[in-house]
């Protein structure tokens, strides 16, 4: 019983109903942050299955959605800031991020890689199609990642 669990730390499978199906391909642990904390809004998640599903679709195989940040604690906000730079400073972390848990778990930052052959989707592909779940994306990071939340559910 204890080995089973002794890595368990929100390793929990999470679903989201999707045009009635019960989709469940992420799990709460990929929400973390670096003190294994982990907060996602349901609106969140189901845009997530979503984006999954039209990538999938569009790729015609199995297309990997990774969460690369989702909640940040005011700690972690600062952290990231010291690295780079507050936006009102002309750096790239917001104050107010919708990271926050203040928000309720709405943004998350992603990849998407085909899982065959761990090809990154193009960030413009993805942000793409995160525009038809969430309501503010942001697809233009010298990284590759798309940052995307719904803003419009924050807590
Ligand atoms: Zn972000």
Redesign the pocket.
Known sequence: MHERFCNGRNDVSLMAKVDGEALSHFRLREFENRDGLAMVHAATLEALERVRRDLCAAVGEEVWVIIT?AVRTQADLERLAARYGWTDEGGLVARRSK?LAAFGGI?V?IVAVVARTRQRIPQGVLGRVCRRYFDWVKDNYQDGHV?ADNRSFAG
């Open positions: 940040d990271h943004a930052d940052h």
